[in-house]
């Protein structure tokens, strides 16, 4: 998007993302930092990872994400109804969506990702 410029660019992309927002099947394996290995086989409507607690335009979405620890933050969302979700989008931008039943994180030394999209 070129126009508009600014942080507004970004809410306007997320609302434009929310008119076609579905599930779609993942399968992650999540290598912890003590080396334990978890999967999920799961459809998920967002998969985020962050080494830096914040993506384009300020927004939290891994807000316990430390750029000095070597690790990563995964965040995903799993699926719900897109009024609900949307409902929820202020506390994205607050940084407590990670304590919503919706979300889980995950703190990992390294991540294998697959979707077909």
């Not at 994400?65 to 719900?80: Q, Y």
Request: proline share 7%; charged share 20%; hydrophobic share 40%.
């Amino acid at each position: 998007m070129r126009w508009p410029r600014g942080s507004s660019r970004y809410n306007i992309a997320l609302l434009i993302e929310f008119l076609t927002l579905r599930g779609l099947p993942f399968a992650l394996e999540l290598e912890k930092a003590d080396g334990t290995v978890t999967r999920l086989d799961q459809d998920l409507v967002l998969v985020a990872i962050g080494n830096g607690p914040s993506y384009g335009g300020g927004i939290p979405i891994c807000p316990d994400a430390d750029l000095a620890d070597g690790l990563l933050e995964v965040t995903v969302v799993h699926p719900a109804g897109r009024l609900h979700l949307l409902r929820l989008l202020p506390r994205v931008y607050r940084g407590t969506h990670t304590a919503l039943d919706e979300v889980s994180t995950y703190r990992v030394r390294s991540i294998r990702l697959d979707s077909p999209a």
